[in-house]
Nanobody, 118 residues
Framework: VQLQASGGGLVQPGGSLRLSCAAS?????MAWFRQAPGKEREFVSA???????YYADNVKGRFTISRDNAKNTMYLQMNSLKPEDTAVYYC????????????????WGQGTQVTVSS
């Protein structure tokens, strides 16, 4: 399975962006991770094929994850963006372990840059 992330860009604080991740085939649990300069990659959100969603505490209430199984595509709607959300965002599919917050997934996208700045 190949993943293609898109939708990143430059946005002002308080603004919104929607990221997309298109998969070339069927996937099960999918997730978004992000990595800021000088920091480790961190979990952002995950979604089961059935639609069950999970969020990191620092994005809960601001980000919404969703997916369209017919299109093999996952989305991340990001609202009320903050400068600390600036990072490269990666999509991933099919975790190797039951702990979906671990960055151990079978498939990864190439990353899309999100910059929140005035």
């Amino acid at each position: 399975v190949q993943l293609q992330a898109s939708g990143g860009g430059l946005v002002q604080p308080g603004g919104s962006l929607r990221l997309s991740c298109a998969a070339s085939g069927r996937t099960f649990r999918m997730a978004w991770f992000r990595q800021a300069p000088g920091k480790e990659r961190e979990f952002v959100s995950a979604i089961d094929r059935s639609g069950g969603a999970y969020y990191a505490d620092n994005v809960k209430g601001r980000f919404t994850i969703s997916r369209d199984n017919a299109k093999n595509t996952m989305y991340l709607q990001m609202n009320s963006l903050k400068p600390e959300d600036t990072a490269v965002y990666y999509c991933a599919a099919n975790p190797i372990y039951s702990d979906y917050t671990r960055d151990e997934y079978m498939h990864w996208g190439q990353g899309t840059q999100v910059t929140v700045s005035s």
